[in-house]
Structure formats: C-alpha cells, structure tokens
C-alpha cells in the first residue's frame, strides 16, 4: 500500500478549501445584472385557491416581476414528476397527481408555493411578497397517514388518497408459517419523520443566454444530469443541449439533494422572461416546510419462530407517507428499498409485505439517508430483539441461530445476498463492546440510580445502486450505472471526469487515491472534476451509497482501457510488441530486458505522436466508460449501543458505542470513519431527538432548530469503530458502500438498548427524556426491581 | 427584515430620549431574541437603540452584601468574573448555563431579565435570590418585576440600568435543557439567605417564573432535598408542548429542586 493508495487515510484534499472559507457554493455564484427570487407559500395545509392578486405587488420597489401558477400553466411548463413506477397488487398504476412548480387552483401543504416575486434585492422580494393577496378558501387538511384513507380526498386522481396498495413476497406461504409457528411476536411501529436539514440549504440560480438561446442553471444537486433530464423531458423548460446544470460545492445532501423541486423550475422559467439571471437561497424556515422529509411510516410487524428460536416467517403491513404531492423517487423508498431489505442478516423462509402508499397534506417524502432501509432494519432489529426476550434468549444467540452463513443467498424478497460474514462482525463488536462486562456495568449503574441498556443491530444493507437491468424491471425511470472519463493530459497529470457528485463525501480523495496506486503518479497529479453537464459526459449521481461501488468501477474499467492504449504507444516508444509490455509503478517495461519508459513519457508521446503514425494508432490518451454492476452491493456489520438512563429525568446518555462494519474493500479508513460517525449521529438523532411535528391543522410545529432538535455533539459518545471485511463480487474493486450505514443501524441499536434498561418495549422514537420517564412510569423497572 | 433606524447613545439619558422619540422603537441588548424574530420579520420596530456604547453598565461589582451586574454584562463575561465565582458560585453557573457560546457571547442579563422569556435562565436566579432591579427611573423587587410571560413591570422607555443580587451563603441552580433549543425546560434556582428561603422555577409555568411556597416552606425546617423529599407540586398550570407534558415539567421542578438543594450544600 502507497502512502496515497488504496487503504491509506491520506487526508481530505477538499477541506483547505471548506475549512477556509474558499468553497464555492451556489449562494456565491454571482452573476451581473442578478435578480433574486422570492416565493410566496401558502399558510394553509389545505386550501382552494380563489384568486391571487399581484397587482399591489408589481407597483413596490425593486420589483421586476411577479409570476403565478396561471401564468406558468399558460406558458405550458410541465408539472414535477415521479420517477419510479409502482404498481398495486390489483396492477394499477401508482396514482400519480399533478404537481405544478407553482400551484394554480389548490394548495396541498403549508409552505406550497404560489407566487414569484423576481426583486432587485431578497429585501425588496420580502416587501413586495407581502403585497400579494392570496384568497384562498381553506379546506380541512389531512395529517395522520393512518388515518388519510378516510380523510377528504387530496387529489382527484387518488380515491382514498391511496397512491398503491403493493405487496412483495407470498402472503399464503407466509401465512402457512405463522400457523405452525411456536412462537409470534408483534410489535406496532412508528417509523418518525425526519427533516434532513443539510447545513447549506437549497439554492438555484438560473441564467439565460438570450444569443444562443442557452439556459444555465447553477443548482445545490446531488445528480445535476438527472435534474436536467427531468428539466428537459418532463417539466419542458428547455431542450437538453441547451440547459446546463452546474452542481459546484454541495454543503451536504443526505438525500434532500437528489430530488428535482419547483424552485429551480421557477428560477429557470423566470430567468427566461426578464432576461435576467434569477437567484433563490432557501432560508432554514423555508427549507422545513419545502425540503423533502424522509421516513413517516406506520407499520405492524410480525415474526414467527419455532421452539429453538429458529425463524420461519416475517409480515408486516406498512402505510407509508407520501406527503402533498410525489417527490422524483419517492415511490420507491418504502416499495423496493424497504421491503427488499425485511430478511435483514437472517434466512427467513418466507416473507409477506403490503405497503399502502398514501397522500396527506405535508411536505413531500423522498429518499433520506438509508432510504427505506433504516426502516426495515428497524422492524427486523426490533422483532429479532423482542423476540430474543420474549423467548428469553440472549439476543445474540438468537441471531446467530438465524444469520444467513453460505452465499449466495436467494431471500424471499428479491435480494440475492453474494458475500458476508455476519457472525465475525458480531463476534467482533461484542469483544469490543465488552458485552462480557455489561452485567458488572449494570449494575454499578444501578447503585448510582441509573438503569443501564444494552442493544443490537445487525442491519444489511442494498448499496451501490444499482444493476440497470435490475431496477428497470422493477419500475425505475433510469438506468443506474455510472459512468467515467480518464484524461491524461500530455504532462502526465490526470483528470478524471466522474457522473458522480460529492457532497461531503471526499470523492476528491479517494477517487484520487485509486488513480494514483493504479497509475503509479502522485496522488496530487490527480483532479476529480464532477458536478457539470458540460464539462461530464453523463451520470447518474451521488445516493445510495452508490459512489464507490459503482462511480469508482467505471473509473476502473476507464483506467483498463488507458493502461491498454499507453501500453501501445510504450510499444511504439521501445519497439517493441504491445503484449510484451509490462505496467508497474508508474513504469512501462519491455518483459526481460531493463528497456523501459516513464509515466510522463508515455503520456507526451501520446500525444505528440511522433513514434506512430495515425493509420496504426489514434493520438490522445483519454478514455470513457460506462459501468454497469452486476448485482447491488450488500454492507452489513454489527452496531451496539449501550445506554445509561436517569430513573428520576428519563434522559438517557449513550455511554458506549461500538460499530463494526463489512464495508468490502476500503479505500480511505478515515474517511469510512467519519461517513459511520455522521450516520449514526443521524440514527441517534431519529432514535432519541428528531421528529417532524404536524397539529391537527397541519401547521409544522417542528419549524425551526428552537423545536426540531437536530444532534448535537454532547448527545454522542466516542465511538468505537472498526471494519471487518468481505469483497464484494459485483464490482472489480470489491467495495460494498459506508455512507448510509450509521443511519441504517443507529435506531435499532438505541430503543433495543433503552428498552433493555427500561423494562417494557413501549416506547416510540424520538426517545426523548420525557418519552422515557413516562414509559419508566407505566412500566415496572427490570433493573431498578 | 423591516427597515430601521439604528442608534447608538453613550449615556442612558440619551437613550431614553430616544426611545421617548421613537414609541416604536426597541432596546438592543444583546439581540439574541429580538434579533431573530426580527429576520423572520415577526418583529419591526422602527428604531433599535443599542445600548453597547452606554458607559458604565458592564461589570460585576461587589457591593456591600450584595453583588451589582451592569444591565449590558454579557453571559460570558457574569459567568467568568471572579468577583461573583468567589462570591456566589451558584449564580455564576446560571449565565453559564445559556443557550451556546454564541449566544453567551452576545446575550446580556438586562435584555434577558427584560425579555423575560418563560423558559430563560436570569428569571429564575433574580426571583430564586430576591433580586432587585435597578432602571433609570426606580429600583423594582424582583417579586413584582416578572407580571408573566414576556411581560415585566418595566414602563414604556423604562431602561433597566443594574442588577443587584443579595449575597447568599448557600444557592445553586439546576437546569434541565430543552434538547432543541438549550432554553430551560424546567430550571430550578434555591436559596437561603437568613431566614428568607427561596424556590424559583423557570421553564416549566405557563405564566412564566414562580416561586413554590410549599417547597419554601418545607425547607424552613432544614434546607436540604431531605425536607422535600415526596413533595410534589401539581401540574396544572405547567406548560404543555412536543417537547414536555405538564405532568412531567411538574414532575421535573421536585426533582430538580432536589438536586439544587444537593449542589447548595455541597
């Protein structure tokens, strides 16, 4: 291993810049004659527009121009649309609604957009967006998604506000199970709603070129090809070769990034009407009711097991939440990212799952960090845990009965699991954890009146997504390979062009680390350009864990086809056969003799071409690829936390933590590390903190950091953090994916813990103090007795 | 933001006069609340009268048997001093215990006591040790200061100059924070000076800071958590939101006022 390559924690190339203040961020893009967008939003969850009058608004200061959803829908600019088709078990298609970037006739969540003021200043925008009266007729709202089936209809297309009723796996097998089982536990979940709250908030600002007609749009993306494919094909604002989307410096995604939102849409629009670049910066109160949330399931599970504790079945029924309207991919987050995932670690036999899809009058719900899988760890954990107690089993030994342990592995719900070794990551985090010592902790706690838990999760994970055929047969709008350009310049420095985004990542990084060992340069002579239609051929983006596994692969199969083209024109140089051409370290050698050439050498001669004539070989070394996987990846590992709880406050301090993770191959160890730390401070914060709160209005309580609680460093322990490692077979590098891990298996880790210490398994997330002091209150203490 | 006119006196008596001229216009000290709301534009005063340049109203002085704060000594600078860490380590520990670095750094005790936000910290330590609060115009008991929340007996133009806080030999105050915001969800500040006895909450009333006579009285037999011990104070008229039900706020003032006891006597 190089002090730069592979496996090495060489340090963030990326942070001088982020850490003095010298990124560049879309807010800092500024261009001349810029005017900025501000939008008016409905106040209301649920309202009928009646009229909207701009009049007094146009007439304030600074106003250039003041736009309504009448004047986008007579302009023909298309609605925002969901990418991923679901069909419901009856075959009918999802129920898809209108989604106008700015809403025309009805409102359907508070902070809906309605109006555009395009101002000189943000200060004048605010001014003359109080000027525009909005009547509206308010409707009653539609909240609860357990209750949104019987509530007033949000949509005219969605009867029963039901966009599918879908299931996965064999419900009569699965049922034939739970008749013969020994032993079935139940558990009612709630899966809660998170804000995703990235620390730059969204932003967009447009430009057209009125002399080529070109329209540019510098936008806080995390796949700026699929946003102008969505841009262009659907929402129509300009052909693809004439719509540019920049993506530079992303202050952290998490998901929210992925998706294609109505501001853009709007700046893009508006920009072509006055001629002039249009800018919008989302403030962090709009970014609340605006951003896409994640998560909002309700599900009951269930597990069947026989009289050794061996699992035969799982079921669950989930609702899930979709919000006001059907963000890009929110389709797929609780259909296939969800219930493909319900066999977590263990061979189920069977498994039965129904998600019903609902509209409700909220902000819209897509992919947040695990997307989908957090909340199937969550019901897998929790059953397996619950049911380990209610046998009384240990809850490791329950797992190790039932972990999948030959591969591959065919689950019940798709999933073709090809490497892993769950019980050494188990084995390993109980040494770590000291699992031994726990009941010596617990009890000392108890004498200090404190009650002290212990929890598991064994979560898996589907990453690097994904095979192309694969998710297009299962409804996917796009392919999702990635693609790959490696330039080498005539000096023999290298830019990698990549369809990948990083944003937050340390793609700069890593992706550096690979060409350097590969090619034998200086990690330094490597830059990884992202981020631009017009500079990248084309890609899929950054989600999913998908960047390593998949963006890096094409980088792989890009730098095969370099190798082999510079090995021809080292022929040329040394005169010798192609295949008698060796490349090592940087140096190409003629097998057998100490004839050899430098890196540098090769690569001006590229390009010069004054050893070959075009006729026996084309000029240039640059080479592209596209990579498609064979098969999603699977990251699986052990999280353990251990908890110590006030008995007379319920405030509960996570006193240990230790993460042991299968991440295949690691390309920078510190890097993993703080992808693992950033995860669970986001599991935790689900498990113990976050919450997006809705009155019965459906008025966000839960609007700013004063009441949604975002974690805080004081909220988390040292971690400790360790890898284990099966390759996975799917991609040439073998690496399987950190990046959602954390969030993936932090809140099961956190309740099984505090339910241990607490004695009852009635608690729902955030388990915050109060939470926990009313459960202590309900409930007998196990340790406390 | 609103448009405003921002003025900067050197002296007391001219920002008196300047808020006399402008009736719409407000106190900045510190800003750590007005500002916000006023950026959300839930606020639009006409004029904003920084106090920061007006001599002689930072420090912390010790007076006699009492210790006198400057209306404009920030957070940072009340938690820091010597004089009061020697003299009264129990209040020291309640401006330390303020929101985050920023705001500590920023916030004032005049703008807080002003303000009187029902879940702030500086209420419960001016009414937990029988403060008094010293304007340009009067000195006002801190038992008739606090008339409920966001509400004060401060008149119109009335600028709060000074706070004078009697010296007691044992106090401590014991904060639960509000994970979101890092105000009190409920805090508790005892003290015994004498034979006057105090028990102050914050955060947990829904009229803002109060005194539990009960507990008070409890205590006047032995101050210490033993007295109070099963006592409990009853949950209505306790705040009620996401993040707290009134039953556990109510809960919340025994326990903490236990511990307060605890770190008094320590």
């Known amino acids: 291993m190089s002090a730069t390559g592979i496996g090495a924690a060489v340090r963030r190339k990326e942070d001088f810049r982020f850490i003095t203040g010298k990124g560049q961020y879309v807010d800092d893009v500024v261009r001349p004659g810029e005017t900025r967008?501000?939008?008016?939003?409905?106040?209301?969850?649920?309202?009928?527009?009646?009229?909207?009058?701009?009049?007094?608004?146009?007439?304030?200061?600074?106003?250039?121009?003041?736009l309504t959803g009448a004047d986008l829908a007579n302009d023909k600019i298309g609605g925002l649309i969901c990418g991923w088709m679901i069909h419901s078990k009856d075959g009918t298609p999802m129920k898809m609604a209108p989604h106008p970037a700015l809403a025309a006739t009805t409102v359907n969540h508070v902070g809906d957009a309605v109006a555009v003021v395009i101002a000189a200043t943000v200060a004048q925008g605010k001014d003359a967006a109080e000027k525009v009266k909005v009547d509206y007729e308010v409707l009653a709202a539609v909240v609860d998604p357990a209750k949104a089936k019987s509530g007033p209809q949000i949509h005219e297309i969605a009867a029963k506000n039901t966009i599918y009723e879908w299931s996965l796996g064999d419900s009569k097998a699965t049922d034939t199970a739970f008749a013969n089982a020994k032993h079935v536990t139940k558990l009612d979940i709630v899966n809660n709603r998170l804000a995703p709250n990235a620390m730059e908030p969204r932003a967009a600002l447009a430009e057209y070129d009125s002399g080529t007609d070109q329209l540019t749009l510098w936008n806080t993306t995390q796949n700026p090809h699929v946003a102008r494919l969505v841009i262009s094909?659907?929402?129509?604002?300009?052909?693809?070769?004439?719509?540019?989307?920049?993506?530079?410096?992303?202050?952290?995604?998490?998901?929210?990034?992925?998706?294609?939102?109505?501001?853009?849409?709007?700046?893009?629009?508006?920009?072509?009407?006055?001629?002039?670049?249009?800018?919008?910066?989302?403030?962090?109160?709009?970014?609340?009711?605006?951003?896409?949330?994640?998560?909002?399931?309700?599900?009951?599970?269930?597990?069947?097991?026989?009289?050794?504790?061996?699992?035969?079945?799982?079921?669950?029924?989930?609702?899930?939440?979709?919000?006001?309207?059907?963000?890009?991919?929110?389709?797929?987050?609780?259909?296939?990212?969800?219930?493909?995932?319900?066999s977590g670690q263990y061979d189920i036999p069977q498994i039965y799952c129904e998600v019903d899809a609902v509209y409700t009058n909220t902000v819209p719900v897509d992919a947040y960090r695990g997307a989908g899988r957090p909340e199937a760890t969550f019901v897998v954990e929790r059953l397996?845990?619950?049911?380990?107690?209610?046998?009384?089993?240990?809850?490791?030994?329950?797992?190790?009965?039932?972990?999948?342990?030959?591969?591959?592995?065919?689950?019940?719900?798709?999933?073709?699991?090809?490497?892993?070794?769950?019980?050494?990551?188990?084995?390993?985090?109980?040494?770590?954890?000291?699992?031994?010592?726990?009941?010596?902790?617990?009890?000392?706690?108890?004498?200090?009146?404190?009650?002290?838990?212990?929890?598991?999760?064994?979560?898996?994970?589907?990453?690097g997504i994904a095979p192309s055929q694969a998710v297009g047969s299962l409804g996917a709008g796009v392919g999702l390979w990635e693609s790959a350009e490696v330039r080498v310049n005539p000096t023999g420095s290298v830019e990698v062009l990549t369809g990948t985004h990083a944003h937050g990542q340390g793609h700069e990084t890593t992706f550096a680390q690979l060409v350097s060992e590969r090619l034998g340069i200086p990690f330094d002579s490597v830059s990884i350009v992202h981020g631009d239609t017009d500079k990248v051929q084309f890609g899929m983006g950054t989600y999913g864990s998908r960047s390593g596994a998949v963006g890096m692969s094409a980088i792989v199969k890009a730098l095969d086809k370099v190798e082999a083209k510079a090995k021809k024109v080292a022929g040329f140089m040394m005169e010798a056969a192609e295949g008698d051409i060796e490349f090592k370290d940087g140096k190409f050698t003629v097998k057998g003799t100490d004839k050899s050439v430098g890196w540098g050498d090769v690569a001006l001669n590229a390009y010069i071409a004054h050893k070959f004539t075009g006729a026996e070989?084309?000029?240039?070394?640059?080479?592209?690829?596209?990579?498609?996987?064979t098969n999603f990846t699977f990251p699986a590992g052990c999280h353990i936390a251990e908890v110590e709880i006030d008995i007379e406050t319920g405030?509960?301090?996570?006193?240990?933590?230790?993460?042991?993770?299968?991440?295949?191959?690691?390309?920078?160890?510190?890097?993993?590390?703080?992808?693992?730390?950033?995860?669970?401070?986001?599991?935790?914060?689900?498990?113990?903190?976050?919450?997006?709160?809705?009155?019965?209005?459906?008025?966000?309580?839960?609007?700013?950091?004063?009441?949604?609680?975002m974690p805080r460093a004081h909220d988390l322990p040292s971690f400790k953090v360790e890898t284990t490692e099966t390759r996975a077979p799917s991609n040439p590098l073998g690496i399987k994916g950190c990046g959602e891990a954390g969030a993936i298996a932090a809140p099961a880790a956190v309740i099984n813990a505090i339910t241990d210490a607490i004695g009852t398994e009635q608690i729902a997330m955030p388990a915050t103090a109060n939470a926990v002091w009313a459960a202590l209150s309900r409930a007998t203490p196990r340790a406390a007795a | 933001m609103y448009n405003f006119t921002f003025h900067r006196p050197t002296t007391v008596r001219q920002a008196a006069g300047l808020l006399s001229r402008n009736p719409e216009g407000k106190i900045l000290a510190g800003g750590q609340s007005l500002l916000p709301v006023m950026k959300q534009r839930l606020a639009s005063p006409s004029a904003l009268v920084d106090l920061a340049l007006v001599e002689g109203m930072t420090g912390v002085e010790l007076k006699g048997r009492s210790v006198v704060i400057g209306a404009m000594t920030r957070h940072a600078d009340v938690a820091n001093s010597t004089v009061l860490q020697e003299a009264m380590p129990g209040l020291a520990a309640v401006p330390g215990a303020v929101g985050d670095p920023q705001v500590r750094n920023r916030g004032t005790i005049g703008g807080s006591i002003a303000n009187n936000d029902p879940n702030a910290d500086y209420p419960a330590a001016c009414l937990g040790l029988g403060a008094t609060i010293i304007t340009n115009k009067r000195r006002i008991a801190a038992d008739d200061f606090f008339t409920g929340m966001f509400s004060t007996a401060l008149e119109d133009g009335e600028i709060i100059t000074k706070v004078s806080f009697p010296i007691a030999k044992k106090c401590a105050y014991e904060k639960f924070k509000h994970p979101a915001s890092g105000f009190a969800l409920v805090g508790v500040f005892v003290s015994k000076r004498g034979p006057d006895i105090r028990v102050a909450v914050t955060g947990a009333g829904s009229n803002g800071v109060f005194r539990v006579k009960t507990f008070e009285e409890a205590l006047k037999k032995r101050f210490a958590a033993k007295s109070i011990e099963g006592l409990t104070i009853p949950a209505t008229g306790m705040n009620e939101d996401i993040h707290a039900s009134a039953e556990y706020r109510a809960h919340l003032v025994g326990v903490l006022a236990r511990r307060a006891l605890a770190k008094a006597n320590a």
């Open chain 1, 617 to 629: 070989l084309e000029p240039g070394l640059k080479e592209t690829s596209f990579y498609d996987p």
């Open chain 1, 37 to 66: 967008a501000v939008f008016v939003r409905s106040p209301h969850a649920r309202a009928k527009i009646k009229s909207i009058d701009v009049s007094a608004a146009r007439k304030m200061p600074g106003v250039i121009d003041v």
């Open chain 1, 384 to 463: 397996v845990e619950v049911a380990a107690r209610e046998l009384g089993l240990d809850p490791a030994e329950l797992r190790k009965r039932n972990f999948v342990k030959s591969f591959p592995h065919q689950t019940p719900v798709i999933m073709a699991y090809d490497a892993g070794d769950y019980g050494a990551s188990l084995k390993k985090a109980m040494e770590l954890a000291d699992v031994k010592g726990f009941s010596k902790r617990k009890r000392e706690a108890a004498r200090h009146g404190k009650l002290r838990g212990l929890g598991y999760s064994t979560y898996i994970e589907a990453c």
């Open chain 1, 233 to 342: 094909a659907f929402v129509g604002i300009a052909p693809e070769h004439k719509l540019r989307v920049i993506a530079p410096d992303v202050g952290g995604g998490f998901g929210s990034k992925i998706f294609i939102y109505p501001e853009e849409v709007v700046c893009l629009w508006a920009s072509r009407k006055v001629r002039r670049p249009v800018k919008w910066t989302s403030d962090r109160s709009e970014a609340f009711v605006t951003d896409a949330h994640g998560r909002d399931h309700v599900t009951h599970a269930e597990l069947a097991l026989d009289a050794n504790g061996k699992i035969l079945a799982l079921r669950a029924h989930t609702i899930a939440n979709l919000g006001a309207y059907m963000s890009t991919f929110s389709s797929s987050v609780p259909t296939y990212l969800y219930a493909t995932l319900l």
């Open chain 1, 651 to 709: 405030k509960t301090e996570i006193v240990n933590w230790t993460a042991v993770d299968d991440f295949g191959t690691v390309i920078n160890p510190m890097i993993v590390e703080g992808q693992v730390h950033g995860g669970i401070a986001q599991g935790v914060g689900q498990a113990m903190l976050e919450g997006v709160v809705y009155d019965k209005e459906g008025q966000l309580v839960t609007g700013s950091m004063m009441d949604y609680t």
